[in-house]
């Protein structure tokens, strides 16, 4: 690891002077990718911006019928909230099956979706709720916030402070976790509203996408039997060390029909 210049600022703002036009700052978060990353010397930012000091954003309240979870709430938090319990189980179930309990208590979401990791499992709830992704400097739609692989819309500088999500009518994750750290080999958020299903897909293809022809079956009938004759064109999945494309292929159509069972249930 290279040396650096450790900053912990404790207001947003002086945290946004640091990284300013400072092409070698990063801000660290949790630290669970940054300092892997750095370790391997894949990453050797100058200046290191640590957000653990910024006051409210950690919070976890309801405004109005959104949910909002602050950018540098933990994983261990976001699982053991009752208000995400009572509001929005799937998000707390979700978080409590990412990696282990370490993870879970240094990881955030708001590192997480900033990340945008191909197999992690925040940014298939973010897109699948529509959820709203609130930064130092405007609003962005979920749809237009994962660009890439480990890349998202964000500008250099900018930094999410919270995810707003609405609420749907239910909603429920299944992955197929790799065994070893818990990212998802295909994981599937599954999400209805009064007005819409929303499906998205992480861990199977090189970003995390939405699933449209499976959200058409469930539009007509919200129902894993809907999915029965649907499948998943493998084409355009990742093949790696750990399963090829057909096989992610056929896990997310497993993944989507355990989903809807799931989202059923708690309906
Ligand atoms: C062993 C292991 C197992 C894991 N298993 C899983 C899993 O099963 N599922 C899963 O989803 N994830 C998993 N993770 C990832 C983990 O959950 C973290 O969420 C993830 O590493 C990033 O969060 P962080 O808070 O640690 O961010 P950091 O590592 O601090 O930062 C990650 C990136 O985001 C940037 N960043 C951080 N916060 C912000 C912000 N507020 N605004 C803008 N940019 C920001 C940083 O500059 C950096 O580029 C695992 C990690 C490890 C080490």
Do not use: C, W
Request: hydrophobic share 50%.
């Amino acid at each position: 690891m290279r040396s650096f210049n450790y900053h912990k600022p404790d207001t947003l703002d002086a945290a946004l002077a640091l990284l300013s036009g400072n092409d070698e700052a990063l801000p660290i978060a949790g630290g669970m990718t940054l300092l892997p990353t750095m370790k391997q010397r894949l990453a050797a930012p100058e200046d290191l911006v640590d957000l653990s000091g910024l006051p409210g954003l950690a919070d976890v309240a309801m405004e109005g019928d959104i949910l909002v979870i602050g950018a540098m709430t933990r994983h261990a938090d976001v699982a053991a909230s009752p208000l995400v319990k009572e509001k929005l189980p799937a998000l707390a179930n979700l978080a409590s099956r990412i990696g282990d309990q370490q993870v879970r208590h240094r990881g955030t979401i708001g590192g997480s979706i900033s990340n945008n990791d191909p197999a992690a499992d925040y940014p298939a709830a973010v897109l699948a709720l529509n959820a709203e992704i609130v930064t130092s400097k405007r609003t962005i739609a979920a749809d237009d916030f994962f660009v890439a692989m480990f890349e998202t819309a964000l500008e250099p500088g900018e930094l999410v402070t919270a995810i707003r999500f609405p609420l749907p009518e239910v909603a429920a994750y299944m992955k197929f976790a790799n065994p070893a750290s818990r990212y998802a080999l295909a994981g599937v958020f599954v999400a209805k509203t009064t007005s819409a299903v929303r499906v998205a897909v992480t861990g199977a293809g090189p970003s995390v996408f939405r699933a449209s022809d499976i959200e058409a079956a469930l539009a007509e009938s919200f129902d894993a039997t809907a999915l029965e004759r649907i499948s998943i064109d493998a084409s355009e999945l990742m093949s790696d060390i750990h399963a090829d494309n057909e096989y992610r292929a056929n896990l997310v159509m497993v993944m989507a029909r355990r989903a809807v069972a799931l989202a059923q249930q708690s309906g």
